[in-house]
């Protein structure tokens, strides 16, 4: 599968901005999805994560009340809803499909994008 990130770009700290990320193949309707963010120098770190179905949620303690994971899977489609962003949102996002769901492995990454916080 092929991952494609969009939607990054600067945002107002307290603004709303909406991340996507577009797959490909067929299968995307049985793979988990997560967003990760990067900063320099910074290990990879995860945000949220949804269920193959939509039904599950799981979000880092950071974003908790402030960000939504959610999936269209008739569109190949996941999405990241961050509201009131912070400054220390700013990171490239990047997307990544879970084929298998347990043990958790992200086999696939798309390439990143970038989320520009300004105060």
């Known amino acids: 599968v092929q991952l494609q990130a969009s939607g990054g770009g600067l945002v107002q700290a307290g603004d709303s901005l909406r991340l996507s990320c577009a797959a490909s193949g067929r299968s995307f309707s049985t793979y988990h999805m997560g967003w990760f963010r990067q900063t320099a120098g910074k290990e990879r770190e995860f945000v949220a994560r949804?269920?193959?179905?939509?039904?599950?949620?799981e979000y880092a303690d950071s974003v908790k009340g402030r960000f939504t994971i959610s999936r269209d899977n008739a569109k190949n489609m996941v999405y990241l809803q961050m509201n009131g962003p912070k400054g220390e949102d700013t990171a490239v996002y990047y997307c990544a499909a879970d084929p298998l769901g347990w043990p958790i492995k992200y086999d696939y990454w798309g390439q990143g994008t970038l989320v520009t916080v300004s105060s």
């Open positions: 949804i269920t193959s179905n939509g039904a599950g949620t």
